[in-house]
Structures are given as structure tokens and as C-alpha cells.
């Protein structure tokens, strides 16, 4: 029996940086979205009851164990704001008023 094919999952600057190894407990919530799916949101990260930019700013350059370090430190939180594809289907097209149903449903896994 074969293990369970992890999927791939990508966590993207606005730029097109791969930021995935650098935002591991984002990674791991993602993979909880169905299959070929793409939502746009931002990466917060929150100290002292207030967004701590300069925070997030330090974890973008993390990797590995210092990532996995700052990420129980300073944990990343995705504020996700519209979807873009959904089991492999482009939405990007679709007005706003279709894609926000479809994102609420996908959204309530508490991703």
C-alpha cells in the first residue's frame, strides 16, 4: 500500500516569492483546502494585541528549524479575502458576488 501523496502547496509574496518553508503552520492549514485550490488573502502576524509587520517581515527570511522556531513565537495567520480556484477550476473570471458563496462554504473549515 502506497502512503498518501502529500499535495503541494504554495504560499506566495505578492511578488511570486516562494514563501511556503518560511510559513510552515500556514502550509499546514492550507492542505486542509479542497484539492487545486487558490485563494488571495495576506499573511498577519499579531504581538501585544496589535499587527506586528516588522514581525512578519523577520519570518519571510526564516527556514527550517528557525521557521519552525518563529512560528510557535510569532504565529502567521492567513487573512484570506477571495477565491480564485476551486478543484482545479479558474474563478478568476466569475464575478465577486459568485466566487464570496463559494468561498464562505470553503472558508468554513477554519483554515
Known sequence: MKPPQRLSVAVQSRHGSDLSRAFPEIEEAVRRLPGDTAVDGELVVWEAGRLAFERLQQRMHQRGAAAARTATEWP????????????????????????????????????
Request: charged letters at 30%.
Open 76 to 111: 502567521a495567520h492567513l487573512v484570506a479575502f477571495d477565491l480564485l480556484r476551486l478543484h482545479g477550476a479558474d474563478l478568476t473570471g466569475r464575478p465577486f458576488s459568485e466566487r464570496q458563496p463559494r468561498f464562505r462554504r470553503c472558508s468554513s473549515r477554519r483554515v
